[in-house]
């Protein structure tokens, strides 16, 4: 059997893990990394998409729009902007949350016209909202 970490994720509306793990998956802004116990300590920014968690019981996934992971040696949090559990997610959520991101790039070309940083971060923000509903089978449209 596999050896366990402490996981939870927390949204500002709820939580909605607490449980031991045997791994994490997310999607960091440096990169995408699986996180099991014992993993060195870290603190990482997230960017929008799947958080997949492995237990004794399989493999469950949660949709994230952003946030931050603390991992230490003990534990994992995901402290996320939005999540869902994947098989909650609607197709009616899913284009909010592109909705959103749209709004986010037009707020960003508009107030930082010759400001590339903001844009970029406002245009990959749409990219992986897309690619997220393309992952799990709900476009935007």
Same mark, same amino acid.
């Given at each position: ?19 031991? $793990?045997?791994? $994490? ?7 995408? @990394?699986?996180? %099991? +116990? ?5 603190? !990482? !920014? ?11 019981? /399989? #493999?469950?996934?949660?949709?994230? !729009? /952003?946030?931050? +992971? ?12 939005q999540a869902v559990t994947r098989q909650? %997610?609607?197709? #009616?959520? @899913?284009? +909010?949350?592109?909705? #959103? &991101? ?5 707020? &960003?070309?508009?107030?930082h016209e010759n400001e590339p940083g903001?844009?970029?971060?406002? !245009? ?5 909202? %897309? &690619?997220? /509903?393309?992952?799990? /089978?709900?476009?935007?449209?």
């Amino acid at each position: 059997m596999a050896e366990t970490v402490q996981f939870d994720l927390v949204s500002p509306e709820r939580q909605l893990v607490s449980k031991a $793990v045997e791994q $994490v998956q997310i999607h960091g802004t440096d990169g995408d @990394m699986t996180v %099991m +116990a014992s993993h060195a300590p870290l603190i !990482t !920014t997230l960017r929008p998409g799947l958080v997949r968690v492995t237990d004794r019981d /399989g #493999e469950s996934d949660y949709v994230v !729009t /952003g946030g931050f +992971a603390e991992i230490s040696g003990e534990s994992i949090s995901v402290l996320a902007e939005q999540a869902v559990t994947r098989q909650d %997610m609607t197709q #009616e959520q @899913m284009k +909010a949350m592109v909705d #959103e &991101a749209t709004e986010r790039l037009n707020a &960003a070309k508009e107030n930082h016209e010759n400001e590339p940083g903001p844009v970029d971060e406002a !245009t990959k923000l749409l990219s992986d909202m %897309m &690619a997220v /509903g393309e992952r799990i /089978g709900l476009s935007a449209y």
